[in-house]
T-cell receptor, first 116, second 112 residues
């Protein structure tokens, strides 16, 4: 079974609107972390946001927020007020701290296009 | 400035040749990682190391080898045994108990 599932290969959003990128995960660990990374066409991976499994509040970082629903095993990324520079590939990743230590498992990504 | 450097950015090799990709970090991180990315796909872990002179296989280690003789360096050798070596290779590092992995700019390897 896939540990990280991103069901949206591509998403389109109008500039200044909000967009939600979906991520579901599968783990039996009690302690784990969820990450979102952005990859522009240049290829570098840019860390956006982190949510720990024991964090009660949803993580927020500027225009990025993580909608963490533990019972549903989902960790969706919400980008508010989209900008043209947000066009990129977005990856959800998980660290299973009990079984895998510091290793990250990545989903297959969602290509976001922001239209002017 | 602190960071991770990978060189070269583009690398071309003939089939049957071994090739070594370099990864250097000056962040004083204990852990280092190598990932492979194929077009339109996510990252897959090749090898990782949490301490000098020790490393572990990731999910797709076959056809690759690594060494960790210094804390700041974690070179990856793509051997001729790797059946489909053409890919984008990313190196990352982190502190052992840290949240974030910091990534280098990547090396695009093309084998013909």
């Amino acid at each position: 079974a896939q540990k990280i599932t991103q069901t949206q290969p591509g998403m389109f959003v109008q500039e200044k609107e909000a967009v939600t990128l979906d991520c579901t995960y599968d783990t039996s660990d009690q302690s784990y972390g969820l990450f979102w990374y952005k990859q522009p066409s240049s290829g570098e991976m840019i860390f956006l946001i982190y949510q720990g499994s024991y964090d009660e509040q949803n993580a927020t970082e500027g225009r990025y927020s993580l909608n963490f629903q533990k019972a549903r095993k989902s960790a969706n990324l919400v980008i508010s007020a989209s900008q043209l520079g947000d066009s990129a590939m977005y990856f959800c990743a998980m660290r299973e701290e009990e079984t895998s230590g510091s290793r990250l498992t990545f989903g297959e990504g969602t290509q976001l296009t922001v239209n002017p | 400035d602190g960071g991770i450097t990978q060189s070269p950015k583009y690398l071309f090799r003939k089939e049957g040749q071994n090739v070594t990709l370099s990864c250097e970090q000056n962040l004083n991180h204990d852990a280092m990682y190598w990932y492979r990315q194929d077009p339109g796909q996510g990252l897959r872990l090749i090898y990782y190391s949490q301490i000098v002179n020790d490393f572990q296989k990731g999910d797709i280690a076959e056809g690759y080898s690594v060494s960790r003789e210094k804390k700041e360096s974690f070179p990856l050798t793509v051997t001729s045994a790797q059946k489909n070596p053409t890919a984008f290779y990313l190196c990352a590092s982190s502190i052992l108990s840290g949240v974030e992995q910091y990534f280098g700019p990547g090396t695009r390897l093309t084998v013909t």
